[in-house]
């Protein structure tokens, strides 16, 4: 296993566009969650799922903001109409939900809007 | 009050010294404990976790936890130029069935 993958690397793309990120969770875990990052900040929540359920959202979430994990594997981040402040690293991270593990991350994906 | 607070730095401690790095977080059920690592550019990684009072060490890595405080720490023995990176405190409300939640992180330079 690979660890947990998330493409692309990099985005840029024009305010007003759509984008998609992607991330592949370690096959055995059944918990994916997704965080962003500014500059000088932590990890801030967005979402989580156990298998296929997106179990909770943060109010960071708005509705321009979508995420789903169809088959319980791989999941999806869309963010529609993006604006600059849309700008930052969004980190996909699994876990097995075993009480006192921590989460393994990807690599993230740096969205920068123009 | 922030759910988990820790100091920006920089921290900046010499070659071989010890580096402590602290953490506070509000939640008092809060019940298990993480310290990772980032460096710059890269995405966090795991160095411990901790959820009884006390102390757990691992290599040059010790965890402290005392709940009654509501404080956690890590030290790390003999200071490496390699450990310059920034340590990311991160809090589980309970069993591990809320997500954790992370501090600013605290910016190490391990001067050589």
């Known amino acids: 296993d690979t660890g947990v993958s998330q493409d692309p690397r990099h985005k840029i793309t024009k305010r007003g566009q759509n984008v998609t990120f992607r991330c592949d969770p370690i096959?055995?875990?059944?918990?994916l969650y997704w965080y962003r990052q500014t500059l000088g900040q932590g990890p801030e929540f967005l979402t989580y799922?156990?298998?296929?359920?997106?179990?909770?959202k943060s109010r960071l979430l708005s509705d321009r903001f979508s995420a789903e994990r169809p088959k319980g594997s791989f999941s999806t981040l869309e963010i529609q109409r993006t604006e600059q402040g849309d700008s930052a690293m969004y980190l996909c991270?699994?876990?097995?939900?075993?009480?006192?593990?921590?989460?393994?991350f990807g690599s993230g994906t740096r969205l920068t809007v123009v | 009050q922030k759910e988990v607070e820790q100091n920006s730095g920089p921290l900046s401690v010499p070659e071989g010294a010890i580096a402590s790095l602290n953490c506070t977080y509000s939640?008092?059920?809060?019940?298990?404990f993480f310290w990772y690592r980032q460096y710059s550019g890269k995405s966090p990684e795991l160095i411990m976790s901790?959820?009884?009072?006390g102390d757990k060490e691992d290599g040059r890595f010790t965890a402290q936890l005392n709940k009654a405080s509501q404080y956690v720490s890590l030290l790390i023995r003999d200071s490496q130029p390699s450990d310059s990176a920034t340590y990311l405190c991160?809090?589980?409300?309970?069993?591990?069935?809320?997500?954790?939640?992370f501090g600013k992180g605290t910016r190490l330079s391990v001067i050589a």
């Open positions: 096959s055995e875990h059944n918990r």
């Open positions: 939640d008092r059920v809060s019940q298990s």
């Open positions: 799922f156990q298998n296929e359920a997106q179990l909770e």
């Open positions: 991270a699994s876990s097995s939900g075993a009480p006192g593990y921590g989460y393994t």
């Open positions: 901790i959820y009884s009072n």
């Open positions: 991160a809090v589980n409300k309970n069993s591990g069935n809320t997500p954790l939640v």
